[in-house]
Structures are given as structure tokens and as C-alpha cells.
């Protein structure tokens, strides 16, 4: 399998042009707490965990949809919202984040790697160099 290297990654992250002001990074764990740490040192903005899960370690699903594992404890109404990811590809749990959203003034999505508003990299599928279970 394919791998990036951090490098790569913070490039991108670097070259963003965002189009929209953010008050918020939400992270959709586990796979984008990184992620989401590396645009929040860029951004300069409050950071939030959105404790979903939908695939297991091998990136199977494992539910039919995303699952809720923790409650929503931070405050996201009327709040610009990036909603941030390692990987999208059926855009199922952007649609479960957004849902849980609701009430924010807008969400848009970033992903390391897939669909997204905003996408670092749209590639088959590569190790991400924070998967240290995957070395």
C-alpha cells in the first residue's frame, strides 16, 4: 500500500486556500484528531472531538451507519464549523457529523484523503503517516 509522509501532508495543509472563516475544527475521531491538529496549528481556532465510528481497522464497515460513540459535549450552535476527517469515501460520516451538527451557522468538510469540500489528496487508499498500527 501506498504511504504518505507528514511532509507531503503539511504541504497541502500549508496551500490550503480556505474560502470561508472558521470559529471551530471539529474532529471526527479517531481519524482525524491528527489530522484535524495539524489545520488547527495553521488556523489558530478552538478544536472539538465528534466521536464517530463507522469502519474497523481494516477499513471495513462495521456498522450500517456511523455510530455515535460519546455524546456531542461541546457547543456548536450558530457556530462556522470545519468538520475534518483522515478519509472519506462514501461521504457517510460527514453525513452523520453534519446531522449531529445541525444548528451550526455552516459546516464545511476537509479530508486527508476522498471527497470532501476541501481534500488534501484524492488517491487510493494510502497509509497515513500517524498510523502506527499500520508500521
Not at 456531542?72 to 449531529?100: C, H, P, Q
Not at 451557522?105 to 487510493?124: C, Q, R
Request: aromatic share 12%; glycine share 4%; proline share 4%.
Amino acid at each position: 500500500m501506498n504511504s504518505k509522509t507528514i511532509d507531503e501532508i503539511l504541504n497541502k495543509i500549508k496551500a490550503i486556500d480556505f474560502h470561508e472563516d472558521f470559529d471551530t475544527i471539529v474532529a471526527i475521531a479517531r481519524g482525524g484528531i491528527f489530522p484535524a491538529a495539524l489545520i488547527q496549528q495553521r488556523l489558530l481556532i478552538d478544536f472539538e472531538i465528534l466521536w464517530l465510528n463507522f469502519r474497523n481497522e481494516k477499513q471495513q464497515p462495521q456498522y450500517e451507519e456511523p455510530v455515535l460513540l460519546k455524546p456531542v459535549n461541546f457547543d456548536y450552535f450558530n457556530k462556522k464549523i470545519l468538520l475534518v476527517d483522515d478519509r472519506s469515501r462514501t461521504g457517510k460520516t460527514f453525513d452523520k457529523g453534519i446531522a449531529l451538527l445541525k444548528g451550526a451557522m455552516y459546516i464545511k468538510t476537509l479530508v486527508v484523503n476522498g471527497k470532501a469540500d476541501y481534500s488534501l489528496f484524492d488517491e487510493e487508499c494510502f497509509t497515513f503517516p500517524w498510523r502506527l498500527a499500520d508500521t
